[in-house]
């Protein structure tokens, strides 16, 4: 009788473990998928990191996408991130990071909230309006909050330097 209980038993893990193996193959159901993405969702901490650069984020500068704040850690990031913004929030969530989800209470914008100019940091005499490139050295130009000295820059006489 031992004997015959023991087999039973056996024969019912197998089947069990078999029938497991095939659902593994064939891919898990909708809800369990749905619970996977549940759970993942709440172990993503708030987003921390630009997306574009990988430096700590300015809650100053961001992008509003499908109901999701994405920040970024300085304005030239913005037209980049706005060219693909699945990618960068699937590379947040690869990262650990969940983007912010825009409520009631989050002003929808998109885009610079401060007024300044942006500057090349190895080239402070180059300045634009806009995001872009240093036309001496392609660095990308950085922004400054200050307006108030945005006409005078001051120049670097590099022939004085030494290297």
Same mark, same amino acid.
């Given at each position: 009788?031992?004997?015959? *209980?023991?087999?039973?038993?056996?024969?019912? +893990? *197998?089947?069990?473990?078999?029938?497991?193996?095939?659902?593994?193959?064939?891919? !898990?159901?909708?809800? /369990?998928?749905?619970?996977?993405?549940? +759970?993942?969702? $709440?172990? *993503?901490?708030?987003?921390?990191? =630009? %997306?574009?650069?990988?430096?700590?984020?300015?809650?100053?500068?961001?992008?509003?996408?499908? &109901?999701? @704040?994405?920040?970024? =850690?300085?304005?030239?990031?913005?037209? +980049? /991130?706005?060219?693909?913004?699945?990618?960068?929030?699937?590379? *947040?969530?690869?990262?650990?990071?969940?983007?912010?989800?825009?409520?009631?209470?989050?002003?929808?914008?998109?885009? $610079?909230?401060?007024? &300044?100019?942006?500057?090349?940091?190895?080239?402070?005499?180059? @300045?634009?309006?806009? %995001?872009? @490139? =240093?036309?001496?050295?392609?660095?990308?130009?950085?922004? @400054?909050?200050? $307006?108030?000295?945005?006409?005078?820059? !001051?120049?670097?006489?590099?022939? !004085?330097? !030494?290297?």
């Amino acid at each position: 009788m031992r004997i015959l *209980l023991t087999v039973l038993f056996i024969a019912g +893990t *197998l089947a069990f473990a078999v029938q497991a193996a095939d659902k593994a193959e064939t891919g !898990k159901s909708d809800t /369990l998928k749905a619970k996977a993405a549940d +759970t993942a969702a $709440v172990k *993503l901490k708030p987003q921390q990191t =630009c %997306p574009i650069m990988g430096d700590p984020i300015d809650k100053k500068l961001f992008v509003d996408y499908k &109901g999701k @704040r994405i920040y970024v =850690c300085m304005a030239s990031c913005i037209p +980049t /991130l706005k060219k693909d913004p699945e990618k960068y929030i699937k590379k *947040l969530e690869s990262m650990g990071e969940g983007v912010e989800t825009i409520g009631a209470g989050v002003k929808k914008q998109a885009g $610079v909230v401060e007024s &300044g100019y942006y500057v090349c940091p190895m080239h402070p005499e180059e @300045r634009s309006a806009k %995001p872009g @490139r =240093c036309p001496k050295c392609g660095m990308n130009l950085e922004f @400054r909050k200050d $307006v108030k000295d945005t006409t005078k820059a !001051k120049a670097v006489n590099h022939e !004085k330097m !030494k290297m």
